[in-house]
């Protein structure tokens, strides 16, 4: 067990939670139950509507490790802002309110941190369903990156995911431990996901501008458990809209980078995963709204300059069959092929 000599904690924890009176208690056993003892267990409750706010006070009267911050609601990436604002640890990890991590996460991920004075080390996660089966396991390959080799190769996934390489593929904010010297050094904040899709991800770039080591430790510690009532997975008339900003500012990034050739193709991937999503839940809506409506705003999400580059631009052959069919529809406009397609991709669950 890592140990440690300072009165300040090792590891801070912080956790926005919003509506999750269902999951926060599972989410922060696992947190109580981890094997270092040096940490502290910030929940910063974002002006929930239900009994969530009740018992994060209930389980801080439990745990003289767990602080909670009460707020008016402002949205997940600002409420890990709070967090960062009172954190004293070395270092940081995010943790979502519905989701859980294995006992031995921060013991292992500081010791590692320590040993590799790296400034921040990505891991492992397993995603299950509502029923708490398996559905997707990542399991990543022990790896190394400093300086330039962070800003040149390790970055690239947070572009979008590749044909060629999945190595990385779905790895977050979530799924990766921080030394908060860089965040506070750097002025490191959550833009608002009001109005940067995928704030994460703005958040990560950030960082690595700074880091000087990254390393990634092949262990699977965290469990993202699916929740259709999450702000992730929650019908957004502003979805697409905001898949448009998050292309043009990942695209100013890989500027920044200067790498622009090598994360082409990533946000083009990025751009098609996010309008098959806009698609599929404006599918869904079919039956509340006129079909016609429906059929109407997925023509303007086809039609759009930025969905004709990407589709334009992407390899059907790296795709497989089904997404290949899809893409043919989307390339061809065919809407009442894309509409019948999102239909059965939402049939299947995928």
Not at 259 to 279: A, D, G
């Amino acid at each position: 067990m890592t140990e440690t000599t300072t009165l300040s904690p090792l590891v801070s924890i912080i956790v926005p939670v919003y509506n999750v009176e269902r999951y926060i208690k599972r989410c922060v056993d696992s947190l109580r139950r981890q094997t270092l003892q040096n940490i502290e267990i910030i929940l910063v409750d974002d002006g929930s509507k239900d009994n969530s706010g009740c018992l994060c006070d209930e389980l801080a009267q439990q745990d003289s490790k767990i602080h909670v911050i009460h707020k008016q609601n402002a949205g997940q990436g600002l409420a890990r802002n709070d967090g960062l604002n009172i954190a004293k640890g070395r270092y940081v990890l995010f943790i979502d309110s519905d989701d859980f991590i294995e006992p031995d996460t921060c013991d292992k991920l500081s010791d590692r941190m320590e040993r590799e004075q790296a400034d921040l080390c990505s891991f492992g996660y397993q995603i299950e369903t509502p029923q708490g089966e398996l559905f997707y396991r990542a399991q990543l390959k022990e790896q190394c990156y400093e300086n330039e080799a962070i800003r040149k190769r390790f970055v690239l996934h947070f572009f979008g995911d590749s044909a060629d390489d999945e190595e990385m593929r779905g790895v977050s904010a979530c799924m990766t431990m921080f030394r908060r010297s860089v965040i506070e050094t750097g002025k490191i904040r959550f833009r608002s996901e009001r109005e940067y899709f995928s704030e994460d991800t703005i958040f990560n770039l950030d960082f690595c501008l700074l880091a000087k080591k990254a390393v990634i430790d092949s262990g699977c510690y965290y469990h993202y458990c699916q929740n259709e009532a999450s702000f992730s997975h929650a019908y957004r008339p502003d979805r697409f809209h905001l898949t448009e900003v998050l292309a043009n500012v990942l695209k100013e990034y890989a500027g920044r980078y200067g790498i622009e050739k090598e994360t082409q193709e990533r946000i083009r991937r990025m751009v098609w995963v996010s309008l098959m999503e806009c698609v599929k839940q404006e599918v869904r809506r079919i039956g509340e709204v006129p079909r016609k409506t429906v059929k109407k705003q997925i023509e303007s999400y086809c039609g759009s300059e930025l969905v004709k580059d990407a589709v334009n631009g992407l390899d059907a052959g790296k795709f497989g069959t089904a997404q290949s069919i899809f893409l043919w529809a989307v390339k061809g406009q065919r809407t009442e092929a894309v509409i019948l397609l999102a239909w059965l991709r939402n049939r299947k669950g995928l």
